[in-house]
């Protein structure tokens, strides 16, 4: 299967692939893609927080009022001006007989909101908010802290407790997350993992997509250009087939080491410092992992991503019939976005060593949690397994289907070559 | 002596028998013509003897032992349905196919260039394909076959979608491969120029041979009862002659076959004495057209029922 001809076409595929415009393009580009999404999270983030707001703060006595007025007037957002806030003193029924006429005011865009804290908030902390819109969840964390401050401060007022103590019971629970690991010492963990995990599963799913769409068109491109059959007049068609997928693969693989080059040069090197929060905790092995279980996915994939090409002889038939190969690719996709919240989750552990899934899973979940040998071994046999599995059918398919042009077949047809006698 | 010998080769997809234990023998420096219709099974065979496709019985044998990957590196095959990568250079393509048989150094790049010197490219030798000619892609195509040298041509028919000048440039590289002693195989629709080209011939119909051997001999077997001639006039009276058999009309000439070699004369006679006026009498000749239709019935450029195109 792998000799000079299969060299001969390797050649080829890698000419034509890695000296490509779109190649290059992408490769190059994808970094900056990543720093410009994370820019323009920053950029949504920071517009959310200049969001600007007129609140109308009603309490049911004058002591609270006062409270709230020298509260939020040091509050970063009243102080930049984004929040304009004016307060009022009112018994509950007097408010509940004023509401009707603010109605038209809160409609308008003159008044975001109306907060009403009544006396017995100072008890239950139950206060409440009238807006067109009454669940701003980012205004109530801007607001939420304060509040809390003035509620306990009146509740605890003339008890005998220090400032110390209010502030101790106004703050709120931080959470600090240490990463338990076998053999290393115990390091407080910031959310750079989380990143990595999240940046993994998105190159493996780009790369797995773009490869595949790739060497399909290019099968279909032979087919189309009918220079297959030139082609099997030299080399028979295992040969070509294998030639076009490690063409395909050298070429993946190296995209993905560029993609990765950073990291591998973060952990190795003291080039970069990373912030504190967002320090990353990663092997070089575990890099070359996540290289080695891409490489034996790509290969399954791009087989199969061939095999589809092989069977239809235009773009449009062999978009429309890959959608099995794309929920192959998307659903570990979702998982691998979903075990961000419980990396330990049965789905994600079972996913990380489940056929075809474990391209994309294990490296994700990798980045989260430390896993056990055993299962990056197990995750590496039954991606070589399936991959082995595979390629004998597919082989099939595709030495029957490079030659076939007319009709689209249909997927019974499909089957019966397997069975043909080629 | 035989170059290649293709013994009880049969082929059938699903229900359909494409080829039907097809035997002939390709001699030594011969140019061997595999003729019938459309469908009629010439590139199913073509692509067993190839190793493009297995046969589901049979076995093709070059010197002795079956063929393999040996056979395809002394073999230039030029399919039906070709074509080029589109976005590489005219060198490159030569080249790369060149290496695919196994050949690569300067020599065959010397060969390229002389072969584009010959075929009057050597200005487009860096140019993409897709930005040549269609005429000087199929130019490229004829490089790619035969720039390793093969000691075996095998040309799937040929001269399908070539303009008028690459027909002839493909004709004359035909002979001059034949003057070096090698040996070509084509397959082909058109009789009249597997008539002019080959020294052998085997004609399939429906995946099986109906005649076979070299051109000199299946025509003078042939033509002993025709005669072909050219006339004016009414010749409805030879209907139900009893020396006639039967009366085929080919449009710029008639072929009459007759019951007995030597009623050829008798026919001459009859035609004179009815006032037909003859402007040519051919007797003991007969086109391959003729002994086609003879054989199979039905007009040969009429695409058959059969049509198994491409599997």
Redesign the interface.
Known sequence: MFN??TL??IK?ELR?KVLSRGFVLMTLLVPFLFIGLILFQMYLMSYDSNATASLEIISGSEQITSAAQKEFSSLPVVESGSYKISYATMSKEKFDASLPSLQNELMGEKLTGLIYIPDSAVNDKRIDYYSKNPNNNSLFDKLKGSLNKILVNIHFAGKELSDKEISYATKAVDFNGFRISGSKNIKAEGQGNQALSFIFTFLLYLSLIFSGTMIMRSVLQEKN???V????????SKELMTGKILGAGITGIAQMAIWLLPLIMIISTSWFVLPKDFTIDITLFQVFYVLLNFFIGLITFLGLFATVGSIFDNDQDAQSSMWPLMMLILIPFYIAISIQNNPEGMIGMVASMFPFAAIIVMPARMALVDIPVWQFVLAVVVNIATMVGIFPLAGKIYRVGI????KKPKWNEVV?WLK??? | MFALEVRNLSKSFGSLKAVDDVSFAVPEGSVFGLIGRNGAGKTTTIRMMMNIYLPDSGEVILKGSKIGQEFKNMVGYLPEERGLYKKMSVLETLLFFAELKGKTGKSIERKANEYLERFELSDRKNAKVEDLSKGNQQKVQFITTIIHDPEFIILDEPFSGLDPINTNLLKEIILDLKKQGKVIIFSTHLMDFAERMCDHITMIDKGKVILNGSMTEIKSKYAQQNVSINYRGDISFLNGNPIIEKIEDYGNSTGIKVKQPDQVQELLKALVENNITITKFNANEISLQEIFVGLAGGEIEGASKLEVKNV
């Open positions: 000079r001809r001969s076409i080829r034509e250009n009918k220079i059959e030139v082609l099997l007049s030299s080399v028979d030659l076939m042009s007319g019966r043909y006698k080629y």
